[in-house]
């Protein structure tokens, strides 16, 4: 092999590992927008029907500003005021709408602090609905615990379910391509890869992932 053909292959290297590097701490970075999603719940679900769903919601609604601050060791476990905590949501209003939802919360906090299972688990409890919003945003943070853990044929299996279920130009294009780049790196599968880039590219033009997508395709498309 000649002297430039090599420096090629190291350049070539080190650049997919720089790539896929810096898109794995994306991966395992905060979930950008998931509680905005979580907490447009209430927008469109009336949930007040029952005492214990209203004691429920009073309860959970107590922990969301510790979440949205990002205190989420006291989300989970309360601050000893009035706050109880997502944890005891769970435990006591389980069966509810909102201690459903309060899984999701707590899987996410647990995502933040690192705590990969415990996130698996509060995520894989939450109940999937026919909603195109919360569910999906549940089901691609429980894909993304999954990247974290380097389970990556369920990571992708997880964001597809999720970008298939919302459906949605502003939720789908970044799980696809989450998967995709799992899919081309993770698992060296090129062919997946661009199924799922092309997928941005052909169901969602508009989108913002839509306007870089060709450099994917392309970078993927190399033999």
Do not use: H
């Not at 602090?113 to 688990?121: R, V």
């Amino acid at each position: 092999m000649s002297n430039e053909k090599k420096n090629v292959n190291v350049e070539e290297t080190a650049r997919k590992q720089s790539f896929l590097e810096k898109n794995w701490k994306m991966l395992c970075g905060v979930l950008v927008g998931i509680g905005v999603i979580i907490g447009g719940y209430y927008g469109y679900k009336k949930l007040f029907v029952e005492p214990k769903e209203e004691a429920a919601n009073v309860m959970l609604a107590s922990c969301q500003d510790l979440y949205n601050q990002g205190d989420f060791e006291q989300a989970l476990k309360g601050d000893g005021k009035e706050c109880k905590g997502l944890l005891a949501v769970v435990n006591q209003y389980g069966g509810t709408c909102a201690g459903n939802l309060a899984n999701a919360y707590a899987g996410v906090c647990y995502y933040n602090l690192q705590k990969y299972d415990d996130a698996i688990k509060s995520l894989e409890a939450f109940d999937v609905c026919d909603d195109t919003s919360i569910s999906p945003a549940a089901i691609a943070a429980l894909g993304n615990c999954y990247a974290c853990k380097n389970q990556n044929d369920k990571a992708v299996e997880k964001l597809l379910q999720a970008a298939n279920k919302a459906n949605s130009s502003a939720l789908s294009p970044g799980w696809l391509v989450q998967a995709g780049e799992i899919y081309e790196f993770g698992l060296n599968n090129k062919e997946k890869a661009l199924e799922c880039y092309n997928k941005v590219k052909n169901d969602f033009p508009l989108s913002m992932q839509a306007s870089m997508i060709d450099a994917y395709i392309e970078r993927a498309s190399v033999k």
